[in-house]
């Protein structure tokens, strides 16, 4: 499974459209208008890499009022959703923390 966050740049008085034609995508698990640097974010999710290709070739190039878009895709789906993957975040602390020692460097004036 692929999951992304599309950031998307929306032309004047588009906004509304674009929301609707993607909240019918099957891919598109989520839309949300927003403020700030973007007008738009959803969230997609697909099977992998060639239908995420797909998908903004046939599918999100095509919606008229979209100027620009920015694909964000996660690298932690193997974590999503899961409540048991026993990952201790003081140990994952710790071990970054170790290795940030490691890479001191010490300056002299």
């Given at each position: ?6 950031l ?5 008085n ?10 019918k ?26 239908e995420?290709?797909s998908?903004?070739q ?12 920015e ?21 994952l602390l ?16």
């Amino acid at each position: 499974m692929v999951t992304a966050f599309v950031l998307m740049h929306i032309k004047p008085n588009k906004l509304k459209i674009v929301s609707n034609t993607l909240s019918k995508l099957e891919e598109v698990k989520e839309i949300h208008e927003v403020y700030g640097r973007f007008d738009a974010i959803a969230k997609i999710e697909v099977a992998n890499n060639q239908e995420l290709q797909s998908f903004f070739q046939n599918k999100i190039s095509i919606i008229e009022g979209i100027r620009t878009s920015e694909t964000l895709i996660t690298l932690d789906n193997d974590y999503n959703g899961n409540k048991d993957n026993n990952v201790d975040v003081n140990e994952l602390l710790e071990e970054a923390d170790h290795e940030d020692k490691d890479d001191d460097v010490e300056y002299e004036v």
